[in-house]
Structure formats: structure tokens, C-alpha cells
T-cell receptor
Framework: GAVVSQHPSWVICKSGTSVKIECRSL??????MFWYRQFPKQSLMLMATSNEGSKATYEQGVEKDKFLINHASLTLSTLTVTSAHPEDSSFYICSPQHMGYTDTQYFGPGTRLTVL | TQLLEQSPQFLSIQEGENLTVYCNSS?????LQWYRQEPGEGPVLLVTVVTGGEVKKLKRLTFQFGDARKDSSLHITAAQPGDTGLYLCAGAGEETSGSRLTFGEGTQLTVNP
């Protein structure tokens, strides 16, 4: 399977601060990156889809000014949670799509965000 | 909007028992994937099925894709405590093959020793 890394694996921050999460595809080039969030014992919820070099497309109900996504290269995408609040506490998971292998998606190990 | 209904949502069984998890939809999928996720980790791909009627086996796990490519099942034989986890099915739309996944609600499986 593909190798995907996320950094940090967990972060605790104060309310009002911004947090940046990095996602790297280590052994393949990803033209598309999906960002998900997951609440305890629930399924994944797609937040946004980004294509390298383009603006991200956000799902309904996801604030684009709050969740900033940058996909500047084929191996790196970042999600910045701006002015985080306790309700933003969640498990954030990225999923790069392997160029040419669109039937399979691999996922990063996730980032646990806790906002105090 | 494509929906995937996954059942059961929660399942607690004893070691050695068999179980089946179902994913059903009214939509046709070009492919369907099954993932297993442990707490604090990302989902790990178990299998991808792409052909209607396809059956794939992975040790004690058997995956089936419906003939019409609208449903799928995961059967585990002689479950073990190590099988405990969240099982997720996810379908790729026929119109936008692979570009976006529709997830089921997940099945939280607990296998008690």
C-alpha cells in the first residue's frame, strides 16, 4: 500500500489559536488530496477536496475561511484550522489520491486535535 | 447524492463466532473498498472489489460485491480479539470513478476473548 504521513499525530491547543496539519505522500505523487474529519466511533466525513495548484472545493457546511487548505505540491498538502474552538476538536485524516490509481484511496494515520 | 447504508453499527461477539457486515445502496458503484480502523489511527485498506459478483478472500475475511454493484458484504470466520476495530465500507461513484468515496456509517466490532 501507499505510504502517507501526517504531522503532528496529535496536538493540544488553546481556543483561538491556529493549528497546521501536514500530510505527505511519501512514495507516490498525489494530484488530489481529500481531507476528512472523524468524531469518536463515527465514520469519516469529507471536508474538502483539493487538486495540486488549485483552490480546494469544500463540502457543504465546511467553512473555507476556517479550514485553510494548501496543496502546493504533488507530495504535500496542509490543513490549517484557524481560530480553533473546542468544537473543532476531532480526528483529522488526509487521503492523497494516487495519480493513475483512482479506484483505491489510502489514508494518513490521522491527527488528533484537542482544543481547550 | 449516493448513500451507503452499513449494518450493523455495533457488534459484540465472542471469540470463535462468525459475523457478517453489510453495505447497501440504491446507487451503482464502480468499485467498493473495505477498511479497518483502530483507535487513533487512519483507516487501513483491506480490499477493493470492482467486478459485480466478485468474491475476494483475505485469510478469515471474505468480501463479496453484489452482482449489480450496489451492495457488498464482509464475512469474518472464527473471529479473534485482534479483529476488533471499526470496519468501513466506501464506494467510488460510477460517474466519477475513484475521485470521491462515499462512506458507510461504520461497524464497530468487538471480539471478546
Amino acid at each position: 500500500g501507499a505510504v502517507v504521513s501526517q504531522h503532528p499525530s496529535w496536538v493540544i491547543c488553546k481556543s483561538g489559536t491556529s493549528v497546521k496539519i501536514e500530510c505527505r505522500s511519501l512514495d507516490f505523487q498525489a494530484t488530489t488530496m481529500f481531507w476528512y474529519r472523524q468524531f469518536p466511533k463515527q465514520s469519516l466525513m469529507l471536508m474538502a477536496t483539493s487538486n495540486e495548484g488549485s483552490k480546494a472545493t469544500y463540502e457543504q457546511g465546511v467553512e473555507k475561511d476556517k479550514f485553510l487548505i494548501n496543496h502546493a505540491s504533488l507530495t504535500l498538502s496542509t490543513l490549517t484550522v484557524t481560530s480553533a474552538h473546542p468544537e473543532d476538536s476531532s480526528f483529522y485524516i488526509c487521503s492523497p489520491q494516487h495519480m493513475g490509481y483512482t479506484d483505491t484511496q489510502y489514508f494518513g494515520p490521522g491527527t488528533r486535535l484537542t482544543v481547550l | 447524492t449516493q448513500l451507503l447504508e452499513q449494518s450493523p453499527q455495533f457488534l459484540s461477539i465472542q471469540e470463535g463466532e462468525n459475523l457478517t457486515v453489510y453495505c447497501n445502496s440504491s446507487s451503482v458503484f464502480s468499485s467498493l473498498q473495505w477498511y479497518r480502523q483502530e483507535p487513533g489511527e487512519g483507516p487501513v485498506l483491506l480490499v477493493t472489489v470492482v467486478t459485480g459478483g466478485e468474491v475476494k478472500k483475505l485469510k478469515r475475511l471474505t468480501f463479496q460485491f453484489g452482482d449489480a454493484r450496489k451492495d457488498s458484504s464482509l464475512h469474518i470466520t472464527a473471529a479473534q480479539p485482534g479483529d476488533t476495530g471499526l470496519y468501513l465500507c466506501a464506494g467510488a461513484g460510477e460517474e466519477t470513478s475513484g475521485s470521491r468515496l462515499t462512506f458507510g456509517e461504520g461497524t464497530q466490532l468487538t471480539v471478546n476473548p
